[in-house]
Nanobody, 125 residues
Framework: QVQLVESGGGLVQVGGSLRLSCAAS????????MGWFRQAPGKEREFVAG????????SYASSVQGRFTISRVNAKNTVYLQMNSLKTEDTAVYYC??????????????????WGQGTQVTVSS
C-alpha cells in the first residue's frame, strides 16, 4: 500500500509560479511511475505530467508543455511539479498518482493505482 500526500498548492497571480510536492510512503516508490493530474469544477480529471521510475522519461499534456516540469527524488520518496507562467485555466485541484505496474508513462487516470487527496491551485487575474 502506498500513501501519497500533496502539498504546495495555493493562490497565485497570472504569470506566477508554484511548486507542488508529493510525498510517498512505502519502500517501492522508486519502482513506480508517477503522475500529476488535475480536475477543475465540472470537468473530468486530466493528465498533466508523468515521470518514469528512474526519471529518464517524462511526458506532458500539450497545455502545460514548456511551462511545467515534473521531477522526482527517489531518495526522498518525493515527486515535484514546478509550475511556471501560470494561467487562469490552470486553476484546479491537483492530484499526485502512482502506477505500480507499467514502465511507460500512462496518461489515463484508470491506469494509476494510488492517489493523493489533492491540493488546490488557484490562479487569479
Amino acid at each position: 500500500q502506498v500513501q501519497l500526500v500533496e502539498s504546495g498548492g495555493g493562490l497565485v497571480q497570472v504569470g506566477g509560479s508554484l511548486r507542488l510536492s508529493c510525498a510517498a510512503s512505502g519502500r517501492s516508490f522508486s519502482t513506480y511511475t508517477m503522475g500529476w493530474f488535475r480536475q477543475a469544477p465540472g470537468k473530468e480529471r486530466e493528465f498533466v505530467a508523468g515521470i518514469s521510475w528512474n526519471g529518464a522519461i517524462t511526458s506532458y499534456a500539450s497545455s502545460v508543455q514548456g511551462r511545467f516540469t515534473i521531477s522526482r527524488v527517489n531518495a526522498k520518496n518525493t515527486v515535484y511539479l514546478q509550475m511556471n507562467s501560470l494561467k487562469t485555466e490552470d486553476t484546479a485541484v491537483y492530484y499526485c498518482a502512482a502506477d505500480s505496474t507499467r514502465f511507460y508513462v500512462a496518461r489515463l487516470p484508470n491506469e494509476y493505482d494510488y492517489w493523493g487527496q489533492g491540493t488546490q491551485v488557484t490562479v487569479s487575474s
